[in-house]
């Protein structure tokens, strides 16, 4: 599992090969770090990256993992660790200082398996989903080993529907809806929301230039795994796509994963995510609508790291936090494999808070 570990760097290194990285400007947005000892006071669940977040309802959030490590022998060291390809967590509670934070995954403790897991040779990594009519949507995408430099390939995405997403994570009812094709589009890796009609899904080309896409589906048919109403944002009409061509002008270039949500005091949408390679950085765009157009990237912030082998990524909001701004969570992982394992300070979602300055 060490190189699915790795297949991120191989992502980002791909994303931004070409792109121009735009220049800081901290003079709009302050930035304060906050204690994510949630996530490393665990002696099992000893870091994972990915990060995105949903709100169950009723005071509980789900908090989406991908490559995970599992101390089969409860020592709290990464070191003792297996590596699973996805888990989750339920934190209760909305507020970061007095919320409770479980975290599940299938098999033992002894011999883990990922939460989310098809037969065969091909593995899950979690992108975003919804709640919606009681039920729990959450978009995969599906990778594969290859011979290939990368050691990895996208080979599609897959919708999980959960029938019982109130009950305990063990007991939840899944069912996967079958694959359906977005020539060459991972159709939600990254933020999902809904009004009272569609699930939108942010999909992003992989892999390819990561030219990003708008999607939607129908709630009546999604929650049943019917994704054949799937009409896709066509250069300003919602349209069915039926062949590679013609294509549709992408919203913008962006990373595999990233995030989307409405900011009431901004009266717009805000995407985050990272920029730049290794010693990366976060920055946000922003639009009126989900379909954009979406402003030019603008930088806020460029975490510190402690090696120079370390590497930034996966970069997520959490607007189902309660706080006084905006949750931010990324990672940090390091091109060294000994040195993550031996390095219990980084692998674990890091927190950090903005406000916009008026």
């Not at 977040?53 to 789900?62: A, F, M, V, Y």
Request: charged share 25%; net charge neutral.
């Amino acid at each position: 599992m060490k190189v699915a570990l790795f297949s991120v760097v191989a992502v980002i290194s791909f994303v931004l090969r070409g792109q121009d990285i735009p220049q800081p400007d901290k003079s709009q947005v302050a930035v304060e770090s906050i204690d994510n000892s949630m996530f490393t006071n665990n002696k099992i669940w000893r870091g994972a990256d990915g990060g995105a977040t949903i709100d169950l309802g009723k005071g509980k959030i789900l908090w989406l993992f991908s490559d995970t490590f599992i101390d089969t022998l409860a020592t709290g060291k990464r070191r003792n660790s297996k590596i699973i390809n996805n888990s989750i967590a339920i934190q209760d509670g909305n507020s970061l200082a007095d919320s409770k934070i479980s975290f599940y995954y299938r098999g033992t403790r002894e011999k883990p398996k990922s939460f989310f897991e098809l037969p065969g040779d091909t593995w899950f990594w979690t992108g975003h989903g919804t709640i919606v009519k009681d039920k729990l949507i959450i978009f995969l995408f599906e990778e594969k080993k290859t011979n290939t430099a990368f050691g990895f390939e996208s080979i599609g995405w897959r919708v999980a529907i959960i029938e019982n997403p109130n009950d305990k994570p063990q007991k939840w009812r899944i069912t996967y809806s079958r694959e359906l094709d977005t020539f060459g589009v991972i159709v939600g890796s990254s933020a999902v929301l809904k009004d009272k009609d569609f699930i939108y899904a942010y999909g992003v080309l992989e892999p390819g230039s990561h030219e990003v896409y708008l999607l939607r589906f129908p709630i009546d048919n999604i929650i049943d795994g019917d994704l054949s109403g799937l009409q896709w944002w066509m250069n300003g009409i919602w349209k069915t796509r039926t062949s590679l061509d013609p294509k549709p002008t992408p919203l913008f270039k962006g990373q595999t994963e990233f995030s989307i949500h409405y900011q009431p005091n901004l009266g717009k949408f805000i995407q985050i995510q990272t920029y730049g390679f290794g010693d990366a950085s976060l920055g946000y765009r922003l639009a009126t609508r989900l379909e954009g157009p979406w402003s030019k990237p603008v930088i806020f912030y460029k975490p510190e790291l402690d090696d120079q082998k370390d590497f930034v990524y996966t970069a997520n909001a959490h607007p189902e936090l309660n706080n006084d701004g905006i949750i931010i969570s990324y990672n940090v992982n390091n091109f060294d494999f000994e040195r993550l394992l031996s390095n219990e300070n980084i692998y674990f979602p890091r927190l950090i808070k903005i406000n916009f300055i008026k």
